[in-house]
């Protein structure tokens, strides 16, 4: 029995097709160059991306552009398609939320009990998981972040009781409907962390003095993984846009709980351990944090993840290493710093080895650690202890390589020559090595 043919594929109008996501339009949308896209695809491209022209005709956007005109003949013509050729339709598109409605809804849970508030954030996560235009619009609605930012304030103590969650990604309507996600404190979190705050919303949430920074402190307190990550993403972009008059003073609460994050590494997602390095990189530098974040444990902590995994092959393990390699640079700059690196067993090793297997920036950043204690911690047991732990050994390989660039090679020359009276004639420095020792 001969089989029937098999139907021929149905061939789609060419202008029927996104030119950026090449699939058939479901919302398309006009700019001002005349070139038609599906809305997500031209959200993501303009918001996202943070492209500023047309992907076809490259000119440049205009502000008419950042709402772009809905096409609405065209989406007829491909619903129409649709029913003809026995594709399925796509729903006509819902209209996006207003900043009003946003406002009322905020407006009634301030004034409602928990049940409100729990009823106003399920239906806030529904409309940011509509489009990206609407994930503007709360962002951008009176109030609204402020309102998430208070119900994480003054619901998050019934977080601290909850069992720690797991590290799967899940959106702010995941969480709402998640039998361990019923808590006001941590679904408001994840709609905050949903929302993708810019600067200039970071900026301004800052200086309402809603305590932004120390509601972010308490939750990387909280047991929940997924909250403690979503955490840490925000605090990284509220310090991003914090002036460094604020940085300097940053509370003993905020480091020693960023601090636990790093140490926590065993238990938590590597996100949140890069992140929680981010934040040290970046607190450090301003006024006395470099002496807090030392009293707080951070350099045993940053030690042992350059011990295990921070020069590992894979790219996210070396990516850490990098960063602890910078926040050790910045604690060496201090007395302190340098007295807990010199005190850690594994301390002169670790960076030292790290000097080796990192990238470039990361290799600088270790030597210049190394050049810190070389020069104003240099006892003649930490001497002998950097001659017989590798540090010389690997300070030759930088000066004889050069591969990491030319201000590594100078400061690992500076330093041999500096203690050359201890190192180069002594019988701990395997005699290849004392032959190549820098006159």
Same mark, same amino acid.
């Given at each position: 029995m001969?089989?029937s043919?098999?139907?021929?594929?149905v061939?789609v109008?060419?202008f029927f097709?996104?030119?950026?996501s090449?699939?058939?339009?479901r919302?398309p949308?006009?700019l001002?160059?005349?070139i038609?896209?599906d809305?997500?695809?031209i959200?993501?491209?303009?918001?996202?991306?943070?492209h500023g022209?047309?992907?076809?005709?490259?000119?440049p956007l205009g502000?008419a552009d950042?709402e772009?005109?809905?096409? $609405?003949?065209?989406?007829?013509?491909? &619903?129409a398609?649709c029913?003809?050729?026995a594709?399925e339709?796509?729903?006509t598109?819902?209209?996006?939320v207003?900043?009003d409605?946003?406002?009322?809804?905020v407006?009634?849970?301030?004034?409602?009990?928990?049940?409100?508030?729990?009823?106003a954030l399920r239906?806030?996560?529904?409309?940011i998981?509509e489009s990206?235009?609407?994930?503007?619009?709360v962002e951008?609605a009176p109030?609204?972040v402020e309102f998430l930012v208070?119900?994480v304030k003054?619901?998050?103590?019934?977080?601290?009781?909850?069992?720690?969650?797991?590290?799967r990604?899940?959106?702010?309507?995941?969480?709402?409907?998640?039998?361990?996600?019923?808590?006001?404190a941590e679904?408001?979190?994840?709609?905050? $962390?949903s929302?993708?705050?810019?600067?200039?919303?970071?900026k301004r949430?800052?200086?309402?003095?809603?305590?932004?920074?120390?509601?972010?402190?308490?939750?990387?307190?909280?047991?929940s $993984?997924?909250?403690?990550?979503?955490?840490? =993403?925000?605090?990284?972009?509220?310090?991003?846009a914090? &002036?460094?008059?604020?940085?300097?003073?940053?509370?003993t609460e905020?480091?020693?709980?960023?601090?636990?994050v790093?140490?926590?590494?065993?238990?938590?997602?590597?996100k949140?351990?890069?992140?929680?390095?981010?934040?040290l990189?970046?607190l450090?530098?301003w006024g006395?944090?470099?002496?807090?974040?030392?009293?707080a444990?951070?350099?045993?902590a940053l030690?042992?993840?350059?011990?295990n995994?921070?020069?590992?092959?894979s790219?996210?393990?070396k990516?850490?290493?990098?960063?602890?390699?910078?926040?050790i640079?910045?604690?060496c700059?201090c007395?302190?710093?340098? &007295?807990e690196?010199v005190? =850690?067993?594994?301390?002169?090793?670790?960076?030292?080895r790290a000097?080796?297997?990192?990238?470039?920036?990361?290799t600088?950043?270790?030597?210049?650690?190394?050049h810190a204690v070389?020069r =104003?911690?240099?006892?003649?047991?930490?001497?002998q202890?950097?001659?017989?732990v590798?540090?010389?050994a690997?300070l030759l390989y930088?000066?004889q390589?050069g591969a990491?660039?030319?201000r590594?090679r100078?400061r690992a020359?500076?330093m041999?020559?500096?203690?050359?009276?201890?190192?180069r004639g002594?019988? #701990?420095?395997?005699? =290849?090595?004392?032959?190549?020792?820098? #006159?």
């Amino acid at each position: 029995m001969e089989r029937s043919p098999a139907p021929a594929p149905v061939e789609v109008p060419k202008f029927f097709v996104c030119p950026i996501s090449l699939e058939v339009m479901r919302d398309p949308v006009t700019l001002s160059s005349g070139i038609t896209y599906d809305r997500d695809s031209i959200e993501r491209w303009v918001f996202t991306d943070g492209h500023g022209d047309c992907p076809v005709t490259k000119l440049p956007l205009g502000a008419a552009d950042l709402e772009p005109t809905p096409n $609405h003949t065209l989406r007829r013509l491909i &619903q129409a398609w649709c029913a003809a050729h026995a594709v399925e339709r796509f729903p006509t598109p819902r209209p996006p939320v207003d900043a009003d409605r946003v406002a009322a809804l905020v407006d009634a849970a301030r004034k409602g009990g928990r049940p409100d508030v729990l009823t106003a954030l399920r239906e806030l996560a529904d409309i940011i998981g509509e489009s990206d235009r609407n994930r503007r619009c709360v962002e951008g609605a009176p109030g609204a972040v402020e309102f998430l930012v208070s119900v994480v304030k003054d619901h998050g103590a019934s977080s601290l009781a909850k069992p720690s969650g797991g590290s799967r990604e899940e959106s702010a309507h995941d969480v709402l409907e998640s039998p361990k996600g019923t808590s006001p404190a941590e679904a408001a979190l994840s709609i905050l $962390h949903s929302l993708k705050l810019s600067e200039e919303t970071m900026k301004r949430v800052l200086e309402s003095g809603d305590d932004l920074v120390d509601t972010l402190a308490s939750v990387l307190r909280w047991p929940s $993984h997924r909250a403690r990550t979503h955490g840490m =993403h925000l605090l990284k972009a509220a310090l991003a846009a914090m &002036q460094p008059s604020r940085l300097s003073s940053a509370s003993t609460e905020l480091i020693e709980a960023v601090v636990r994050v790093v140490g926590d590494r065993a238990s938590l997602p590597p996100k949140a351990v890069k992140l929680a390095l981010h934040v040290l990189c970046r607190l450090c530098p301003w006024g006395r944090n470099r002496i807090r974040v030392v009293e707080a444990g951070a350099m045993a902590a940053l030690v042992e993840l350059l011990l295990n995994e921070g020069c590992g092959g894979s790219t996210g393990g070396k990516r850490a290493g990098e960063l602890a390699a910078v926040a050790i640079d910045h604690l060496c700059g201090c007395a302190e710093g340098r &007295q807990e690196l010199v005190a =850690h067993p594994a301390g002169l090793a670790a960076v030292a080895r790290a000097a080796t297997r990192l990238s470039p920036t990361g290799t600088e950043s270790a030597v210049r650690a190394l050049h810190a204690v070389a020069r =104003h911690s240099a006892t003649p047991a930490v001497l002998q202890e950097m001659l017989a732990v590798g540090v010389v050994a690997r300070l030759l390989y930088l000066v004889q390589a050069g591969a990491a660039g030319e201000r590594p090679r100078e400061r690992a020359r500076e330093m041999l020559k500096m203690h050359a009276r201890v190192w180069r004639g002594s019988p #701990c420095l395997a005699s =290849h090595l004392a032959s190549s020792y820098p #006159c």
